[in-house]
């Protein structure tokens, strides 16, 4: 059965000392928490992963990486490894999130190395995509989500997807405070499975985790979190807070 899984994007926020404080505020927040098929992730920044592993030892949380250059090693100044992330105990890293695509110019091809280079390194990925406003006020939602996921992961095999979480993420609901209705999550969620479906077959369509990203709080968490579809969903300005977070996980 596939897994619920809320994960906290924590995008540039969070020195040292506060991720030491928010990684134990959500360590202890979910130690009674009964989460048998509930994962619970942060994304803290590069510099303070190894810190948050660390801290997040023998408990529920796990820790992912909220980027990852493609290379193995070499001359790209400022950028890190899959290598490096495993090194200090990373096992599951973000790729594709709106903010690298539209600001650090990543496209789906260079996405697609991305993936390559983390699944050939045994790390789980969580694959951001989603449209954009005008995509949507078009009509042309699901052929730009239809083309991002087939032009960075359909030459994957499918025991591949034993290591990917998709997270749907539209354009205009993240940091927007605009949500999608749990109906047009559902309606794009279920669009998704179909289209891993037809290319890989139900069982592995079925066994996909599909995160729902934009604007979820704990006003709104259950309600888009009871879609059929929905597996979970990818967090940012509400992950920042251990409380709102965990009432967004405590949702299932
Ligand atoms: C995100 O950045 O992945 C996100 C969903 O942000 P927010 O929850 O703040 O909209």
Not at 8 to 13: L, P, Q, R, V
Not at 75 to 83: K, N, P
């Amino acid at each position: 059965m596939r897994k619920n899984i809320v994960a906290g994007n924590w995008k540039m926020n969070n020195d040292l000392k506060a991720t030491r404080k928010l990684v134990k505020q959500i360590r202890k927040s979910i130690k009674k928490a009964e989460l048998d098929n509930t994962r619970v992730i942060v994304a803290p920044t590069f510099v303070n992963l190894a810190t948050a592993v660390k801290r997040a030892k023998k408990s529920k949380l796990e820790v992912a990486a909220q980027n990852m250059h493609q290379a193995t090693n070499g001359a790209f100044t400022g950028e890190i490894s899959a290598d490096m992330l495993k090194s200090v105990g990373v096992k599951t890293v973000i790729l594709g999130h709106s903010e690298r695509r539209a600001y650090f110019g990543e496209t789906d091809a260079i996405l697609a190395e991305k993936v390559d280079a983390a699944l050939s390194n045994k790390l789980e990925v969580i694959f951001c995509f989603g449209e954009e406003l005008a995509d949507r006020k078009t009509g042309k939602e699901e052929t730009v989500v239809g083309s991002q996921i087939e032009k960075a992961l359909f030459h994957l095999e499918a025991d591949a997807y034993k290591k990917i979480v998709l997270a749907y993420e539209p354009v205009w609901a993240i940091g927007t405070g605009e949500t999608a209705s749990p109906e047009q999550a559902q309606d794009m969620h279920a669009f998704i499975r179909k289209t891993l479906a037809d290319k890989y077959g139900n069982e592995v369509a079925d066994s996909v985790s599909i995160l729902y990203g934009g604007s979820v709080k704990p006003a709104n968490a259950k309600e888009i979190f009871s879609k059929p579809d929905v597996d979970g969903g990818l967090i940012g300005g509400a992950a920042l807070n251990s409380k709102d977070f965990y009432a967004i996980v405590s949702a299932f």
